[in-house]
Antibody
Framework: QLQLQETGSGLVKPSQTLSLTCVVSGGSISSAGYSWSWVRQPPGKDLEWIGYIFHSGRIYYNPSLKSRVTISADTSKNQFSLSLSSLTAADTAVYYC??????????????WGQGALVTVSS | DIQMTQSPSSLSASVGDRVTITCRASQSISDYLNWYQQRPGKAPKVLIYAASTLQSGVPSRFSGSGSGTDFTLTISSLQPEDFATYYCQQSYSNPLTFGPGTKVDIK
């Protein structure tokens, strides 16, 4: 059973950059059949997919955030990271890391971290 | 982008009730549709993937159906632990998108 844990800054000033890391245990991020994703949820609002990185290193971003987002992976530490720049109050949200499992071409968010609240405020 | 809608946005029900939630996609997504349950303060948990496949460990009172643009999640007999918010999500194409959620609370 995969376990994911987010770490990183909880309070960030406007215009600055958010940095979060997701440490994965119980499996390798290099495993075929999985990709590694970030999803956010503003307080009381909907879930928004940010992007994901495949075990191969291929990356996809949500076009709505693409100009500000970077997702990377460190296989030696079995972790992946999120960077989101030019922050505004609208980026205040709980940020989840999650694994996406692929089964016979069907993909779904399989395991989730507990979530990290990031508040953008001066 | 594929837009997902859900109805109702909220509902009140009693333990033992049969509950049905509807999800609609703005274009055909075949059966690339997943359902999640989110309890307050917790991360979402997958219930159903590929529209109708029950994820391992999920109680059999949950079921999913549909294909194309219209989908349903049914809880056959609501239990106390089922009071939560339910989201659909399409995995047909990027960007991955979620529905706005249906909150199920106690009548």
């Amino acid at each position: 059973q995969l376990q994911l844990q987010e770490t990183g800054s909880g309070l960030v000033k406007p215009s600055q950059t958010l940095s979060l890391t997701c440490v994965v245990s119980g499996g390798s991020i290099s495993s075929a059949g999985y990709s590694w994703s970030w999803v956010r949820q503003p307080p009381g609002k909907d879930l928004e997919w940010i992007g994901y990185i495949f075990h191969s290193g291929r990356i996809y971003y949500n076009p709505s955030l693409k100009s500000r987002v970077t997702i990377s992976a460190d296989t030696s530490k079995n972790q992946f990271s999120l960077s989101l720049s030019s922050l505004t109050a609208a980026d205040t949200a709980v940020y989840y890391c999650a694994s996406i499992k692929s089964l016979n071409a069907y993909n779904f968010f399989d395991s989730w971290g507990q979530g990290a609240l990031v508040t953008v405020s001066s | 982008d594929i837009q997902m809608t859900q109805s109702p946005s909220s509902l009140s029900a009693s333990v033992g009730d049969r509950v049905t939630i509807t999800c609609r996609a703005s274009q055909s997504i075949s059966d690339y549709l997943n359902w999640y349950q989110q309890r307050p303060g917790k991360a979402p948990k997958v219930l159903i993937y590929a529209a109708s496949t029950l994820q391992s460990g999920v109680p059999s009172r949950f079921s999913g159906s549909g294909s194309g643009t219209d989908f349903t999640l049914t809880i056959s007999s609501l239990q106390p632990e089922d009071f939560a918010t339910y989201y659909c999500q399409q995995s047909y194409s990027n960007p991955l998108t979620f529905g706005p959620g249906t909150k199920v609370d106690i009548k």
